[in-house]
T-cell receptor, first 111, second 113 residues
Framework: SQQGEEDPQALSIQEGENATMNCSYK?????LQWYRQNSGRGLVHLILIRSNEREKHSGRLRVTLDTSKKSSSLLITASRAADTASYFC???????????FGSGTQLTVLP | GAGVSQSPSNKVTEKGKDVELRCDPI?????LYWYRQSLGQGLEFLIY????????KSGLPSDRFSAERTGGSVSTLTIQRTQQEDSAVYLC???????????FGPGTRLTVT
């Protein structure tokens, strides 16, 4: 079963706008990670946030984590057409050695 | 340095045939994972190798699926008597340890006709 569920499933915005994607999960975690996937091939790791962290930044990316609500959000600021991709959250729950991925958000940034 | 590589990039096979998919992890990474992704879906965990420990096979969907990792490096995923529902992209990832980011290969797109 999937631990993380992303919301929305699809998001379409204009270049320059901000994009926000949300992830909810069910069990306690060690960390939560966000990945990007272009064209259905390999995933690229974007950012990792540990369970004792509340917010993390990396370039135009901002991730928040609310362990009380079992949710995380990924914000991409000043989006570009090249940001068009699928974005997945993945949880390291500690009870399993592998990451558990959500079903992803398909982001389309229109030029 | 070099990333995770997988071969072949695409494989078309007839139903009932066996296939072997190969993964070369990043040098020095002790953890290796196989995932499967069906069209428009998230990733489904298949199997996990960590060092010399026994692999975690809990995600393998049937006994037609097996994997091995030789010398703690290269891994091969074997699917016997392929079925059409096996069609998917098979992704391999490696990481330095159990809790770090996964570094993914480009995947093998398997099509069973």
């Amino acid at each position: 079963s999937q631990q993380g569920e992303e919301d929305p499933q699809a998001l379409s915005i204009q270049e320059g706008e901000n994009a926000t994607m949300n992830c909810s999960y069910k069990t306690s975690i060690n960390n939560l990670q966000w990945y990007r996937q272009n064209s259905g091939r390999g995933l690229v790791h974007l950012i990792l946030i540990r369970s004792n962290e509340r917010e993390k930044h990396s370039g135009r990316l901002r991730v928040t984590l609310d362990t009380s609500k079992k949710s995380s959000s990924l914000l991409i600021t000043a989006s570009r057409a090249a940001d068009t991709a699928s974005y997945f959250c993945a949880t390291d729950s500690g009870s399993a050695r592998q990451l558990t991925f959500g079903s992803g958000t398909q982001l389309t940034v229109l030029p | 340095g070099a990333g995770v590589s997988q071969s072949p990039s695409n494989k078309v096979t007839e139903k009932g045939k066996d296939v072997e998919l190969r993964c070369d992890p990043i040098s020095g990474h002790t953890a290796l994972y196989w995932y499967r992704q069906s069209l428009g879906q998230g990733l489904e965990f298949l199997i996990y190798f960590q060092g010399n420990s026994a692999p975690d096979k809990s995600g393998l969907p049937s006994d037609r699926f097996s994997a091995e990792r030789t010398g703690g490096s290269v891994s091969t995923l074997t699917i016997q008597r392929t079925q059409q529902e096996d069609s998917a992209v098979y992704l391999c990832a490696s990481s330095l340890g159990e809790r770090g980011p996964n570094y993914f290969g480009p995947g093998t797109r398997l099509t069973v006709t």
